[in-house]
């Protein structure tokens, strides 16, 4: 919001915050006590809950629970588990978006146990425009985790009902989308159009991608120590960071070669916590990452950085195959479709690192190497037909 108002007096302890609230930080916190048209509402909240604040204990609520309430709570609960690294900063910064639309719809000063199925569906509304099928799932999704919790945490004396339309976008609907979307795959030879004309480090992540299903997260938080070999093969063996999902792959000669290219071009970290990883920036930094700064108000901005989604697309730029949505993750689609037609979909999801909760899986202890190596000689034949099998 722009036009912020003056402060009512000169020793008015708020300040105007950008969202359209009376705010302070208080232990590294900014908490928020009432709307820029009620600034006295705002200064009695602070005074009845400053001396719980400042001592860092739970506020003791008269009058219920706000919304805003609600969401400050839920978001401090979340950024707990940010620095317990049980949740990623990007995704908490995704919560507070979310917590923001749905206090700017409600009302941050209405009470919380009484939104009512009409008050969610003009959240749905608000939240569908602008979003595709995928993006507006996730956001129902937070919603509903925000008010489930306030009740488990007993912020709310019931369970609010969020009514019959506030649900995510159906199987029909995510299928229909599906449907009017370009296939998520790059043809052999555009990939082998790229490969000469990448760096050694984009060039290793290229087969990584298309030799292991890599995505933009996999490669740039490749530990060095994956690298093992079982009876003279190069694998990978790398748990999922999004999952922690097993996963191993079988490196083709020629990702392996590039791997030990790229290892040797490295430069030293700016952080030592990325000491092992394989690839690093020109400055020493991860390839992907979320940084957070301080911005006014005492707020802070997260920014989601990806520069391996970036050097791709450059790549990509003025080529007669490059298209919409054509990306670095479409690697890994083109990896797990190839690999399908393999005849062993076990094997492939392994590699992928799939969760399988089959009941077979549950009684399968392995998967031999020898299954994942035809796999990836399959694909590698897609891609190289004129190579000597490894």
Known sequence: MNDKPAKPSVDFPLYPH?????AKKIRGKTKFFGVWANPADALAKYL?????????????RGEGTTIADLADEWLDDQRARVQSKELALRTWGDYRRTAQTVVDILGPDTPADSIKPSDFQRVRERLTKGRGVHALR????HVRMMFTWGFESELLPVQVR???SFKQPGKRAMKRHRNEQEKKLIAAEHIRQLLPVADVKMRAMILLGINCGFGNTDVATLPRRALLYVDGHAFLDFPRPKTGEERRCPLWPETELMLRLAMTVRVVPKDPADAGLVFLTRT???????KETEVEDGD??????????????????GREFDRRGLNF???????????GDSADQVATDFMMGHSDQSMAATYREKIFEHRLLKVAEHVRHWLL???SPA
């Open 18 to 22: 950008r969202n359209g609230q009376w």
């Open 48 to 60: 009845d809950e400053k001396d719980d604040l400042q001592a860092g204990r739970e506020v003791r």
């Open 138 to 141: 996730r956001e129902i999704t």
């Open 162 to 164: 969020f009514g019959p």
């Open 284 to 290: 020493g930094a991860r390839y992907v990452r979320v």
């Open 300 to 317: 802070s901005k997260i920014t989601n950085i990806d520069i391996v989604a970036q050097t791709f697309k450059k790549l990509l730029k």
């Open 329 to 339: 993750y479409v690697l890994r689609h083109t990896f797990e479709t190839i690999a």
């Open 385 to 387: 037909p004129n190579v």
